[in-house]
Nanobody
């Protein structure tokens, strides 16, 4: 099993920056990729960015050139968010896809609020 804990959320003015962290524990060796999602109440969950273990990344069009997903050498992944907009306000979750069992594990989320 994999446990994930997000941190780094908060209140920021439009145009500002935040860096979210996703700390993993447990069977870290089984993680194939990490995905950041976001969701607002009453809205669909949106994929924001993901990164594979060999470094391939992909982003939602709405965050390209503003957000960057990365990892350190061990067990923490990051989402650097720049030029934040009010529409980026959401609860942000990180999720791990593991192999070989194909399981998804989720953190509890961290709230990002961008004021105009």
């Amino acid at each position: 099993q994999v446990q994930l804990v997000e941190s780094g959320g908060g209140l920021v003015q439009a145009g500002g920056s935040l860096r979210l962290s996703c700390a993993a524990s447990g069977s870290i060796f089984s993680i194939n990729s990490i995905t950041w999602y976001r969701q607002n109440p009453g809205k669909q969950r949106e994929m924001v960015a993901f990164i594979t273990m060999d470094g391939y990344t992909n982003y939602a069009d709405s965050v390209k050139d503003r957000f960057t997903i990365s990892r350190d050498n061990v067990k923490t992944w990051y989402l650097q968010m720049n030029s934040l907009k009010p529409e980026d306000t959401a609860v942000y979750y990180c999720a791990a896809y593991t192999e070989p069992n194909g399981m998804d594990y989720w953190g509890k989320g961290t709230l990002v609020t961008v004021s105009s």
